[in-house]
């Protein structure tokens, strides 16, 4: 099978894994205990790894709380700064077309007395600094973007945006769990406050995450959701996951690495794969932004190819399609829905995810596979052989 669903998951970097391994075996100690050789040692990884997590995106390691991933480091985010701040005002601002994470939390949110503005976005999934500037008001706490779209791949206009919040006294926080490591972060050049990561997008171990927090211009403030031992600086109480700490902080050292070449080769690989497509097939249609997205990130719709039928066609391929992946349901997904896509389209789309152990050759074989079904369910509906899904009413939409 070719795996091309890394906005889903990653696998581990074999450097990742060998630089967890001692850590589940040899240094297994607590690295809360402060009294013998095990606890140093576990402690001596977490700051080395939390330096090495900073260091990704051009912050300190006092900035960086490790949490379960980057659905907790979202709701302690949003949640965090909203009770936190509650007491200047209860409005945030975000866009409809975010992760369920954040929309999840701020429904939340929404119950426990605060006011959320969700800006739509527009056909690319960006949201400008114009509409942010007009939906901040006074009583405005929080404003929260997703960089990075984990559907569609699209970028926003994060130091505009950030620059726009600052000026205004608003914090800015970033769902940067596809873009950290893929494209560069950095908290010194574009004022974010909170930057949610997650390791398993970044070929790192499932379950563990980070949550940066800015010390400085402003000291954000966050109440823990998580009470306990006081971990974390009190932000968030739990013995710490030392060996998925360890393996989140490789993870960044070897993005931070190797993201200029990475990112240019994933490039490549994605656009020879719509080349291919696009040359071989009509009626394909790219969602998201042109540019301004993730290098390995390709959404494409085909008009009039079942999409229900072409993902169960596609056996040897690991994609995604544009129908709701959160459950069973085929509700369209809610990203293609705001960007104005076609509850029909939406169904007959499919989200590429290439990493980096996908080679050319794989995107080659996928990109044929892809063309042969799709030609052969088209074949299948004579009625509408230039692939407009509205000539053929009679066509099945997923
Ligand atoms: C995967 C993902 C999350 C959730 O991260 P977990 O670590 O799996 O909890 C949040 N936001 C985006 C954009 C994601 O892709």
Redesign the pocket.
């Known amino acids: 099978m070719i795996y091309l669903d890394h906005?889903a998951t990653t696998p581990v970097d074999p450097r990742v894994f060998e630089a967890m391994q001692p850590y589940f075996t040899t240094h297994f100690g607590n690295a809360a205990s402060r009294n013998h050789a095990y606890g140093w040692a576990a402690d001596h990884a977490v700051e080395r790894a939390r330096d090495q997590v900073a260091g990704l995106i051009g912050a300190i390691g006092k900035e960086i709380v490790f949490t379960s991933?980057?659905?907790?480091s979202?709701n302690l985010a949003l949640k965090g700064a909203a009770m936190a701040y509650a007491s200047a005002g209860r409005h945030l601002v975000t866009t409809n077309a975010e992760?369920p994470?954040t929309l999840d939390s701020m429904a939340f949110l929404e119950t426990q007395g605060f006011e959320v503005t969700y800006l739509p976005v527009d056909e690319t999934g960006r949201v400008s600094p114009e509409q942010v500037a007009a939906a901040l008001r006074p009583d405005t706490v929080l404003v929260s973007l997703?960089h990075?779209n984990?559907e569609v791949g699209t970028l926003q206009p994060l130091a505009e945006i950030g620059a726009l919040c600052h000026e205004k006294g608003v914090l800015l926080h970033v769902?940067a769990?596809?873009a950290t490591g893929k494209v560069p972060l950095d908290v010194t050049a574009m004022p974010l406050d909170l930057v949610?990561i997650?390791a398993?997008?970044l070929y790192g171990p499932k379950g563990v995450?980070a949550l940066y927090v800015r010390r400085k211009g402003p000291r954000v403030r966050l109440e823990p959701q998580m009470h306990g031992g006081g971990h974390e600086r009190g932000m968030r109480s739990g013995t710490l996951n030392v060996p998925g700490i360890v393996g989140l902080g490789e993870a960044c050292a070897i993005a931070q690495q190797e993201l200029p070449t990475e990112s240019v080769r994933l490039r490549e690989l994605r656009d020879r794969l719509y080349q291919a497509l696009t040359t071989a097939l009509p009626g394909v249609t790219l969602n998201g932004h042109p540019t301004e997205r993730l290098p390995g990130n390709l959404n494409v719709s085909f008009a009039a190819a079942n999409g229900q039928r072409l993902m169960a066609s596609l056996k040897e391929l690991a994609v995604s399609s544009g129908s709701a992946c959160t459950t069973a349901s085929l509700e369209p997904s809610h990203v293609l829905r705001a960007l104005g896509v076609s509850p029909e389209l939406a169904h007959n789309s499919l989200r590429f995810g290439l990493g980096r152990f996908t080679t050319a050759e794989e995107i080659d074989r996928a990109a044929a596979i892809v063309i042969e079904q799709v030609q052969r369910l088209r074949a299948e509906h004579p009625l509408s052989p230039t692939g407009d899904p509205h000539a053929d009413p009679a066509l099945p939409h997923g």
């Open positions: 906005h991933g980057a659905t907790e979202i992760h994470a997703l990075g984990n769902d769990a596809q949610s997650s398993h997008k995450g």
